[in-house]
């Protein structure tokens, strides 16, 4: 079992920077891989960011490819999401899910096992 919490979202102009953390509880956090999906406003859930348990993988969806980057410290049972020139299109909130896939990694929402509760980022144009 792991429990996740997620912050740092917030209002922000377009342009600004965001870096999003995700908090897991448990002892076995470097055994997950680690994903971040968003929903704006009446759309679905769609992929962000996935990395598998070391961080050597990782996968970006094409919207936000060259601007953010997901990175983890398992020492710190923490995963991030540094964004940077954000759109309005950005705007969402922000879930952060894990999975155990061995040394894999999962852009499918239906994967993980897990989820937070979401944090909100809204950029303004």
């Known amino acids: 079992q792991v429990q996740l919490v997620e912050s740092g979202g917030g209002l922000v102009q377009a342009g600004d920077s965001l870096r999003l953390h995700c908090a897991a509880s448990?002892?076995?956090?470097?055994?997950?891989?680690m994903g971040w999906f968003r929903q704006g406003p009446g759309m679905e859930r769609e992929f962000v960011a996935a990395?598998?348990?070391?961080?050597?993988?990782?996968s970006y969806a094409d919207a936000v490819k060259g601007r953010f980057t997901i990175s983890r410290d398992n020492a710190k049972n923490t995963v991030y999401l540094q964004m940077n020139s954000l759109e309005p299109e950005d705007t969402a909130v922000y879930y952060c899910?894990?999975?155990?896939?061995?040394?894999?990694?999962?852009?499918?929402?239906?994967?993980?096992?897990?989820w937070g509760q979401g944090t909100q980022v809204t950029v303004s144009s």
């Open positions: 448990g002892r076995t956090f470097s055994s997950y891989a």
């Open positions: 899910a894990a999975v155990d896939l061995g040394y894999e990694l999962a852009i499918m929402s239906s994967t993980y096992d897990y």
């Open positions: 990395l598998n348990r070391s961080g050597a993988n990782t």
